[in-house]
């Protein structure tokens, strides 16, 4: 509706509320993962695989990077459950 009557006013605020809502659904399930992997397990993993990407972009390798990002991310979504239980190997 707010685009409809195309006011720039209330789609900024409509915008900032749904961001507001996606933020708090996604920190509820991020904190229930955290507790149920516990934190020891949930650090030592999560922190290598940041460390593998700054790694790789320190040494300027945008594809590197872009592996051990795209694997983190693929670990975090099994963590949570939104993918199956093992990570792919490419």
Not at 24 to 30: G, H, Y
Request: glycine content about 6%.
């Amino acid at each position: 509706m707010a685009q409809v009557a195309r006011n720039p006013l209330l789609i900024a605020l409509l915008r900032h509320f749904s961001g507001a809502r996606c933020r708090a659904v996604w920190q509820r399930e991020w904190d229930r993962t955290y507790r149920r992997i516990g934190v020891e397990k949930f650090t030592r993993v999560h922190g290598d695989q940041h460390e593998q990407v700054v790694d790789a972009i320190a040494a300027s390798d945008g594809p590197a990077a872009h592996r051990a990002m795209a694997h983190h991310l693929e670990v975090v979504s099994i963590d949570m459950g939104v993918l199956g239980s093992e990570p792919s190997t490419s």
